[in-house]
């Protein structure tokens, strides 16, 4: 199951809509909706995305939320470790290879440590952002 796919699931099961009547209001098979929903489909399109969004109306925050983990819904990933250190190479056929083997809790520790890069990395073009002179400031 990927994240998008999780959570549409909740969405629908939550409000108690059937799949059948969700699939005929986006234009898809029941089928492809299901196997959405299970990850067994790529990242959905941005049209799919939209219908998703209307169809829960869902707005502002929890829309961008949607449209982030269906940014992070491809169950088939390359990476691209060109350029990188070797070890980044390392870590990323470490991972394709063993990712099925990890607990739960090893994929949150190393989600957590992906948490923390992200944000150094915001901080840090905030950081340069932020040392810029301001137009018309002396």
Do not use: C
């Amino acid at each position: 199951m990927t994240p998008f796919g999780e959570r549409v699931r909740q969405l629908r099961r939550e409000r108690g809509l059937m799949l059948k009547d969700m699939a005929a209001h986006l234009g898809v098979s029941s089928a492809y909706l299901s196997a959405l929903e299970r990850g067994e489909r790529g990242k959905p399109t941005w049209t799919l995305i939209q219908g998703v969004l209307q169809y829960f109306h869902i707005i502002w925050d929890e829309a961008d939320e949607l449209t982030r983990l269906a940014d992070l819904s491809d169950p088939r990933v390359k990476i691209d470790t060109a350029n990188t250190d070797p070890r980044a190479t390392l870590l990323a056929n470490r991972l394709a290879r063993e990712i099925r083997g990890l607990t739960p809790d090893e994929l949150e520790q190393m989600l957590s440590v992906l948490d923390q890069a992200q944000e150094r990395e915001r901080k840090a073009v905030y950081d340069g952002l932020s040392s810029l002179p301001l137009a018309g400031r002396d």
